[in-house]
Every structure is written in structure tokens, then in C-alpha cells.
């Protein structure tokens, strides 16, 4: 079995001579064959590990004993690898003893993205799960600063759940660790102890493992990987309970299944802007019925709203107080209308929000946008920075993003072509205030945020845009003729 097979995620370390192993700066190298970056790295320095190229690591503590801390720290590492058809791991033994011994640590590949490690825990000590910089993500301005978050988490069949400050204790089976956007790195099988969770800064969290007394060796498994349901799914299905987690079930599967529409139609066009674009296209071409249902339903709102209005008027003008309510009601009984009728105007706001709100998840969760570009877009998980800003805006940032601005323009001439035959004048410009303002509270919702999750809105307004610029036609010409 070739160490190519059975490392493919790489571990570092130093002892063993050829082409295999090298030693760089100071920690263990062990290169794959094929030369590929190291993904995994055992300090030679300390022994433990860090993840995702260094971005999250594990280092030693005794509590209330900074010399020993110290010494732990500071211990040098020998390393032995060893591989057989059973599979590949690698073993590190420090040179020096530390309280009259010397400690052995071991790592053996479980999976693409899953390692299982067994550490020989000096007494009294304990072991910190803790983020560098690397693995925080550039901020975002205004609401897209929650894209940003780095934050302890637990997973377990019930999904995943932040965890505060403060001790806990866990399950054996739990998931428990850090998370960024897109990548995750997370440990299994500690039982007995408990840990202890510091956030100290919010894109900083610390998490404490303490293992109960006398336990002399701690066996856990380390997911490091991306937050992708494939990866997720292969170390433990459970740990699809990461994507879309603070959604209700339904959305959640809502979130699923456009999830699997983007991916079949990125498959065949193998661009992932231009799959945001086709996404939008057919969910816009799939909710047509609806669409349409939803349109008659506004319309006889409006039909309904026209012929009640003068009267209302009316009553507004002539009486106040509780006569005014009387009458009111009494022009609803007249015309055989429920005071309620507004509330079918609804159900298009009500048909597009849950698809709305699962699009977004799904598109601000997925790890595909990473460095994916369209147009002048460089990266579509990112804000599209079109201009620098001689200085930063608070809220707005320090760049002019154009898509927003795009997409605000559509929304504005959607809303002069938005009319209806049925309603008044007066009517007819309170509708478009309304969509006026609703434009710019998209245009401040939106501005900020990821420009994946603006072009798929900015495609749906646009194709908005033609069916009406399509049916004003068509009426222009039915009354021609």
C-alpha cells in the first residue's frame, strides 16, 4: 500500500529519511509523493497538530502551572511512521521525559477528511482547541459581517448548537469545536471530562479539554474540513446537521433541494456564476403556476381596493371615532367584502419568502462560491467590490459594489411598469411609493452582502422585469388592434 493511498490527507514530521519525510522550519514534515502541500502538520515542537495548513491547532495546558505548560510546550519530538494494509499512521515519542517519562502520541488516517489521535496526557494536564488568524475570514461590512463569525459549536443528532462561555459537559458521541463559514474543525469520543469554552473575543474561541483524573491516554477523532455536505456526511452523517442549521426542518430540506439543483446544473455548465444565473432562471420558470396564482389573487385585491375606496374616503372625511369604525364596516357588509380581503395580496410575499429565504442559506453557506467569479465579480462568497472608496463608509464599507446598485435600478423600473388598469391614480402612486421604499430597503439589505446572494435576486428581478416589459407589450398591441 503506497503512503499515497493511505495519507492523503498529509502529516508532518521529521524523522524518516528519503524522499518521504523533510523537516522545515522547525516542524515534521511528511510529504506525499506526489509533492502536494501538507493539509496536517505535527508541530516537532510540542507534538500535537494543526489543521487546515496551520489555521487551527492543539496545544498543551496545566492549569494554574505556567512552568509546566512550559515544559510541555516547549517538549522536542522524535517521529516514527508506519504504514501496512490496515492503514497508515504516524507516531511521535519526545525525546526528553517529562514527570519522569516520555510521552507518546499518535495519528492514524480514518478518512479523507478524519483523523483519530491518541495522546499519552501527563497528570494534571489538559489539551486547548484554539483558531489563528488564518482561519477568521476578512470582515464585511454591515450585514454581511455575520458571514464572518468564527464560533464554537456542538453537533449531535439534533444539529448544531453555538456554545457559551463557560464549562460543559458532553456526550461521548458529540461533535464539539470550531467553525468558520466554510471550514470546520471538530472532535469526537471525549467522555467523562468536560470542557471549557473561552470566547474572550468573538472571532477568537478557545476550547479546554479536560479529561477526568487518571486518565492517562485520550483517544479522539478530529474532523478537519470543509462544511460541504458530502465531506460532512462521509466522517459522520450527523454532521449534516452544520448546513442551514438555524432553519426550521422544512426550510432546511427546501435548502437541500436547491442546494441539489445548483449542483446537477453547475455539472453540466461548470461555472458557478453562471449556474446562480440558471438557478434563479428555473426556480422563476418551476413557481409560474404560483406566480400566476398569486397575480390573479393581487388583482382582485386591487379590482376590490378601487371600488371601495371612494367610499372609504368618504367616511373618513365625515365621521371619526367609533362612528367612523361603524360605517366602515358597514361599507365592507355593502359590497359583501371581508375586512381582511388585503390579506390575499399576501400570498405572493407568502409564496416567495420560504424560497427566498432557503436560496440565500443555501447559497450564503455554500463553499462552491469561494473564489468563483462572473463578470467583473472576482470572488462571488464576497461582497463584488467593483470600486475602491477614497474612504470607508460606516455600515457601507470601503468599496462601491455595482450588483446592488444593478439590481436597485431593476427593482425602480419593475416598479414604473408595476400598473393596473383597476386602481386609481391615487392608488395607483401609493403602490409605487411602496415599491419605492421596499427598493431601498433591499438596496441597504443587500449591499453588503455576498455577491453570489446578489446576482441570484438581481437574475429574479430582471426576469420580473421582461414579464412585464413582455405583458405591457402585448396589452399595447391588444389595444392597438
Known amino acids: 500500500m503506497s503512503l499515497r493511498r493511505g495519507l492523503p490527507m498529509l502529516f508532518m514530521a521529521c524523522v524518516v529519511t528519503g524522499a518521504l519525510a523533510e523537516e ?14 501538507p493539509g496536517i502538520v505535527v508541530e516537532r515542537i510540542g507534538g500535537l497538530p494543526r489543521m487546515l495548513d496551520g489555521q487551527v491547532g492543539i496545544r498543551w495546558t496545566v492549569p494554574g502551572d505556567l512552568a509546566a505548560t512550559t515544559k510541555l510546550r516547549e517538549l522536542d519530538y522524535e517521529i516514527v511512521v508506519a504504514e501496512s494494509d490496515a ?32 495522546l499519552e496526557l501527563p497528570a494534571g494536564s489538559s489539551i486547548e482547541l484554539t483558531a489563528n488568524a488564518a482561519f477568521i475570514p476578512d470582515p464585511m461590512p454591515g450585514f454581511g459581517a455575520a458571514y464572518g463569525a468564527v464560533r464554537p459549536v456542538t453537533v449531535d443528532d439534533e444539529g448544531q448548537r453555538d456554545l457559551e462561555s463557560g464549562p460543559a459537559t458532553l456526550d461521548e458521541f458529540v461533535w464539539f469545536g470550531i467553525r ?16 471549557d469554552v473561552m470566547i474572550d473575543r468573538s472571532d477568537r474561541p478557545r476550547v479546554t479539554l479536560i479529561p477526568p483524573a487518571g486518565v492517562g491516554i485520550l483517544t479522539l477523532r478530529w474532523y478537519a474540513g470543509p462544511v460541504e455536505r458530502d465531506s460532512l456526511r462521509a466522517a459522520d452523517p450527523r454532521l449534516a446537521g452544520m448546513l442551514f442549521a438555524a432553519l426550521w426542518d422544512w426550510l432546511r430540506w427546501l435548502c437541500f433541494g436547491l442546494l441539489w439543483l445548483l449542483t446537477a446544473i453547475d455539472n453540466v455548465v461548470g461555472h458557478i456564476g453562471g449556474s446562480i444565473v440558471l438557478l434563479s432562471l428555473s426556480v422563476k420558470l418551476l ?9 390573479r389573487l393581487q388583482a382582485s385585491v386591487n379590482r376590490t ?74 470572488d462571488l462568497a464576497v461582497p463584488d467590490r467593483w470600486l475602491a472608496l477614497p474612504l470607508a463608509l460606516p455600515f457601507f464599507g470601503a468599496y462601491l459594489n455595482l450588483l446592488p446598485c444593478l439590481m436597485t435600478g431593476v427593482t425602480l423600473l419593475t416598479s414604473r411598469l408595476q400598473t393596473d388598469p383597476d386602481l386609481t391614480p391615487a392608488l395607483l402612486v401609493a403602490q409605487q411609493k ?21 446576482l441570484y435576486w438581481t437574475t429574479n428581478n430582471v426576469v420580473h422585469l421582461v414579464r412585464l416589459g413582455v405583458r405591457a407589450a402585448l396589452e399595447r398591441r391588444r389595444d392597438a388592434g
Open 87 to 118: 492503514g497508515s499512521w504516524v507516531t511521535v515519542r519526545s525525546r526528553e521525559p517529562f514527570a519522569g517519562r516520555r510521552l507518546t502520541q499518535r495519528y492514524t488516517r480514518i478518512g479523507e477528511h478524519v483523523v483519530e489521535m491518541q
Open 24 to 37: 522545515h522550519g522547525g516542524r515534521m514534515v511528511i510529504e506525499d509523493l506526489a509533492g502536494a502541500e
Open 305 to 378: 381596493q378601487a371600488l371601495l375606496q371612494p367610499k372609504l374616503d368618504e367616511v373618513r372625511r365625515n365621521y371619526y371615532g367609533e362612528e367612523a369604525h361603524e360605517r366602515t364596516l358597514a361599507v365592507y357588509r355593502e359590497q359583501g367584502v371581508s375586512p381582511l380581503y388585503t390579506l390575499k395580496s399576501l400570498v405572493g410575499f407568502g409564496i416567495q419568502i420560504p424560497v427566498f429565504i432557503a436560496a440565500f442559506d443555501m447559497l450564503g453557506e455554500n463553499i462552491a462560491l469561494q473564489g468563483g467569479s462572473f463578470l467583473w465579480i472576482e
Open 180 to 195: 468558520n463559514r466554510f471550514s470546520a474543525v471538530l472532535l469526537t469520543g471525549f467522555s467523562g471530562g468536560r470542557i
Open 434 to 454: 411602496r415599491l419605492y421604499w421596499m427598493a431601498g430597503a433591499f438596496f441597504i439589505l443587500f449591499f453588503t452582502f455576498p455577491a453570489g446572494m446578489v
Open 287 to 295: 413557481m409560474t403556476p404560483l406566480t400566476w396564482l398569486a397575480d
